[in-house]
């Protein structure tokens, strides 16, 4: 069941006197939590148990969570550190025009003409445009994220295509 | 407190000099550089600079919204996990 899931927040605190939860969210789709009926708590996707969702407030990073069966401070503050994970078939689709970090991981570099670039190893996610760092010639090499360098993204290939211009794929500490 | 406005913006003379070499020549090229605390001007929109941040350089492609930053604005100090790594709803551009 492990790799069926879809890690969408974590319990950070207990929120009231009635059981609300205050929930991290890693989703970046709008109104997630709002439209969940059920979601799975664990501390890994392994070991999971289902919880009924009972009313969510709020957006953004920080979500207040109401469960059936946590009605009280005491019984939300045993949840805390827990994550919350949804099933793969009740993953939401990515925002227009942006892709899931989890899809991009493993994606193979290559320029229009198919020369291979490289394997995007992991995303930064920084203030002027996000970062695929790839792992090409045993070195790491930074991508900005921008349509003028990263012209193409294929998730369901696997593929990214990049204009290679001059100095992306040069070794910056080499001079 | 704000910089004198009878100064002007600091723009480092090197790298503007590489962007005007650059645009003279209608090239593209990664300029790496060190200059955090040069102020991006409408010269540098659709250069990729190499911004030094302590430990590495961090591609920094300008776009409009960036003028009148700082370079340095744009390359941090200091690494902050922002996505939970394995299989998250968490996207990328």
Same mark, same amino acid.
């Given at each position: 069941?492990?790799?069926?899931l879809c890690?969408i927040?974590?319990?950070?605190?207990? %929120?009231? #006197?009635?059981?609300?939860?205050?929930?991290?969210?890693?989703?970046?789709?709008?109104?997630?939590?709002?439209?969940l009926?059920?979601v799975l708590?664990? %501390?890994?996707?392994?070991?999971?148990?289902?919880?009924?969702?009972?009313?969510?407030?709020?957006?953004?990073?920080?979500?207040?969570?109401?469960?059936?069966?946590?009605?009280?401070?005491? +019984?939300?503050?045993?949840?805390?550190?827990?994550? #919350?994970y949804v099933e793969?078939?009740e993953m +939401?689709?990515?925002?227009?025009?942006?892709?899931?970090? %989890?899809?991009?991981?493993?994606?193979?570099?290559?320029?229009?003409?198919?020369?291979?670039?490289?394997?995007?190893?992991?995303?930064?996610?920084?203030?002027?445009?996000? #970062?695929?760092?790839?792992?090409?010639?045993?070195?790491?090499?930074?991508?900005?994220?921008?349509?003028?360098?990263?012209?193409?993204?294929?998730?369901?290939?696997?593929?990214?295509?990049?204009?290679?211009?001059?100095?992306?794929?040069?070794?910056?500490?080499?001079? | 407190?704000?910089?004198?406005?009878?100064?002007?913006?600091?723009?480092?003379?090197?790298?503007?000099?590489?962007?005007?070499?650059?645009?003279?020549?209608?090239?593209?090229?990664?300029?790496?550089?060190?200059?955090?605390?040069?102020?991006?001007?409408?010269?540098?929109?659709?250069?990729?600079?190499?911004?030094?941040?302590?430990?590495?350089?961090?591609?920094?492609?300008?776009?409009?919204?960036?003028?009148?930053?700082?370079?340095?604005?744009?390359?941090?100090?200091?690494?902050?996990?922002?996505?939970?790594?394995?299989?998250?709803?968490?996207?990328?551009?």
């Open positions: 069941m492990a790799q069926d890690l927040g974590s319990i950070v605190a207990a %929120h009231g #006197i009635r059981g609300g939860l205050k929930v991290q969210s890693f989703s970046d789709v709008p109104g997630r939590f709002s439209r009926e059920t708590l664990g %501390h890994a996707p392994e070991r999971v148990r289902p919880a009924v969702v009972v009313d969510a407030a709020g957006d953004g990073s920080r979500v207040i969570l109401q469960l059936e069966d946590c009605d009280d401070r005491e +019984a939300a503050e045993l949840l805390v550190g827990l994550n #919350i793969d078939a +939401a689709d990515p925002p227009e025009g942006r892709h899931f970090i %989890h899809d991009l991981i493993g994606c193979t570099v290559q320029t229009a003409s198919g020369e291979y670039r490289g394997t995007v190893r992991d995303v930064m996610l920084l203030p002027a445009n996000d #970062i695929y760092v790839v792992e090409f010639e045993g070195r790491e090499v930074l991508l900005p994220a921008v349509p003028a360098i990263v012209t193409m993204v294929n998730t369901a290939e696997k593929a990214i295509t990049v204009e290679p211009i001059a100095g992306l794929f040069e070794d910056p500490d080499a001079d | 407190m704000a910089r004198s406005l009878k100064k002007g913006p600091y723009i480092d003379e090197k790298l503007a000099g590489k962007v005007d070499e650059l645009n003279r020549t209608n090239q593209k090229r990664v300029i790496k550089t060190w200059a955090r605390r040069c102020t991006i001007p409408p010269d540098f929109i659709g250069h990729t600079f190499a911004v030094h941040n302590g430990n590495k350089f961090i591609p920094v492609y300008v776009q409009e919204n960036m003028i009148g930053h700082k370079l340095g604005e744009f390359s941090p100090t200091r690494i902050f996990r922002s996505h939970p790594g394995g299989k998250a709803e968490k996207s990328s551009r």
